[in-house]
């Protein structure tokens, strides 16, 4: 049974960082990519960062540079360390396999003040 459980979201002002937490439970990182989703109000659910089975990263253009994501294979948990953070950056962030094959968790609430 797959369970995805983002933590580490919060209100925090331009600039600042914050560091997302995904227990993924059921998913095995060695064979599976896992993505970073987010999704903004009124805007579709888009993925802002991934790492593949072998460890390889990618990132949308909006977010290079300023977020990174890592794994800890042992803890089945998925990390997205955003720095720099900008309003535009406001979002709940989703972790799924990449493609998303498994239901949604809750995701976190990312806040980006002006």
């Known amino acids: 049974q797959v369970q995805l459980v983002e933590s580490g979201g919060g209100l925090v002002q331009t600039g600042g960082s914050l560091r997302l937490s995904c227990a993924a439970s059921g998913i095995t990182f060695s064979i599976n990519a896992m993505g970073w989703y987010r999704q903004a109000p009124g805007k579709q659910r888009e993925s802002v960062a991934s790492i593949s089975s072998g460890g390889i990263t990618n990132y949308v253009d909006s977010v290079k540079g300023r977020f990174t994501i890592s794994r800890d294979k042992a803890l089945n948990t998925v990390y997205l360390q955003m720095n720099s953070l900008k309003p535009e950056d406001t979002a709940v962030y989703y972790c799924?396999?990449?493609?998303?094959?498994?239901?949604w968790g809750q995701g976190t609430q990312v806040t980006v003040s002006s």
């Open positions: 799924n396999t990449l493609p998303a094959r498994h239901n």
